[in-house]
């Protein structure tokens, strides 16, 4: 038996380190992921008014604040009894949808396509493994062109976001009671210029490299299945009614089924925390233990009733039918951009419903007391923001990030989450370059920055701390 430690894994957002044991055969038996980072944004944000956590829970993340701008929006006007107009469902639609495109390209050229193609010799692609590169030399280079050309046009989602985002990666104009943003015929010419311009990137460079990759390591089909079971809560609202381009629900065993947050809990058995576990994050806390036994990360473990799911596009996929291939590392990349290109294409009918000089936002003031779930997806998957309210301040917040899905520890029952079950069975061909390891990290696209180190300002790990309010 061996071990191999990835720690920490690069070509993510965060500090995710990945722990395996091998057989005699090269054989993943056991597999940890930990998240190296505490999140404490539910207790920083208890005190302040419910408007601020729009802007502060951004910060949780670079690559999709915009997912969490939203959430928490939804939660406040939950908590208010309020629904958006229209205008401002569709206006989220176009800020959320640039950023969501953004992410993919991102996602495959910058954080993915290097696990298969031998980039130049320099940095940044140096140094690396060199195990299992299986492109010619004229595909291999027209993928690295194409990883250059990709860095302009994530460039361009971003701006084509911020033109109703106000800026990006971090919005200003998702609040609760809308989009402040006015839209002019000005602004809405120039977001449709943008936005033709990537998809041509996606519907021609994007496809053919997606499917040449899937061609050439077509072995991916059959590794990094894991449980198989998958979770979406919706994204993409496309009336007031509560219709959506891609719905909420779930895959188990499977067959599609329905979605209810009451069927949601949160397990603490092995993660860093001393707060109840198994609890629905309406109810839940979050008191840090770093260093508590048995523990071995800062992820929080998700269940859906009981059971371990995967989140992220390949789960908005199958549950809208646009992608039923199959799960795998493979699948993952396919349903993302099967993703894409179906977003692209629906920002196009978006747009065509702006109204130019029309409101998005009703000014809601603060809610008195009450509670609220914001649902969403990011990117990476299943987005989810509790709030509960009392004399106008924030006095309970919990937030549910795709990542703790994906890459939760084993729960309180022994079963362990969705990356590690899909590590486990993996054969290795090289111990010294387990690129079969980060091929299957990889392609969940797990994001651990919502936090902040456990460290101190010597960069010495601290294994006992209190947390203040300030």
């Not at 022994?414 to 370059?433: M, R, Y």
Request: net charge neutral; with cysteine; proline share 5%.
């Amino acid at each position: 038996m061996s071990t191999i430690v990835l720690d920490p894994i690069t070509r993510l957002e965060g500090h995710l380190k990945v722990s395996v044991t091998l057989d005699a055969n090269n054989i993943v038996t056991v597999a940890q992921s930990t998240g190296n980072l505490f999140r404490d944004f539910e207790n920083m944000l208890i005190g302040r008014v419910p408007k601020d956590a729009a802007f502060l829970t951004q910060r949780i993340c670079g690559i999709c604040p915009v997912s969490h701008a939203i959430a928490s929006s939804k939660a406040v006007e939950a908590a208010s009894g309020f629904t958006p107009n229209l205008q401002a469902l569709l206006l989220r639609d176009l800020i959320q949808g640039s950023n969501f495109i953004s992410n993919s390209i991102l996602h495959f050229y910058q954080l993915a396509l290097m696990d298969y193609v031998k980039g130049p010799q320099v940095h940044p692609w140096t140094p690396g493994y060199s195990q299992d590169f299986k492109f010619n030399a004229a595909d291999s280079q027209t993928l690295i062109n194409n990883y250059v050309a990709a860095l302009s046009i994530r460039r361009k989602a971003h701006e084509m976001g911020a033109i109703f985002g106000g800026k990006l990666p971090h919005v200003g104009n998702v609040v609760p009671g809308g989009v402040t943003a006015i839209p002019t015929s000005t602004d809405i010419t120039n977001f449709r210029n943008y936005l033709n311009t990537i998809t041509t990137f996606i519907t021609g460079t994007y496809k053919a490299d997606v499917n040449l990759l899937a061609t050439t390591y077509s072995d991916y089909y059959t590794i990094g299945k894991g449980y198989g079971n998958l979770i979406s809560y919706g994204v993409f609202d496309t009336n007031t009614t509560g219709s959506k381009l891609f719905p909420a629900g779930t895959v188990t065993n499977g067959v599609v089924g329905g979605f209810s947050t009451a069927n949601i809990k949160e397990y603490v058995g092995h993660s860093w925390y001393t707060s109840p576990s198994g609890v629905n994050p309406a109810s839940e806390t979050t008191t840090p233990s770093f260093g508590k036994t048995g523990a071995y990360t800062w992820l929080k473990a998700p269940r859906y009733n009981g059971t371990p799911y995967e989140a992220g596009s390949l789960a908005r996929t199958w549950i809208s039918g646009d992608y039923r291939n199959g799960i795998s590392v493979m699948d993952r990349h396919m349903a993302r951009y099967t993703e894409t290109a179906k977003i692209a294409s629906s920002m196009q009918t978006w747009l065509n419903q702006i109204v130019a000089g029309a409101s998005a936002f009703t000014n809601l003031g603060a809610p008195i007391s009450g509670s609220g779930i914001g649902l969403t997806e990011a990117p990476r998957g299943a987005l989810g923001h509790w709030v509960s309210v009392a004399t106008s301040k924030i006095s309970k917040y919990q937030i549910v990030t795709p990542t703790c899905w994906n890459a939760s520890p084993m729960d309180d029952a022994g079963n362990v989450g969705p990356i590690e079950k899909a590590l486990i069975g993996t054969h290795v061909v090289d111990v010294t370059q387990p690129v079969e390891l980060l091929r299957i990290v990889h392609s969940f696209d797990p994001c651990t920055g919502c936090s902040v180190h456990v460290m101190s300002p010597e960069g010495i790990e601290m294994s006992n701390f209190v947390v203040q309010a300030i």
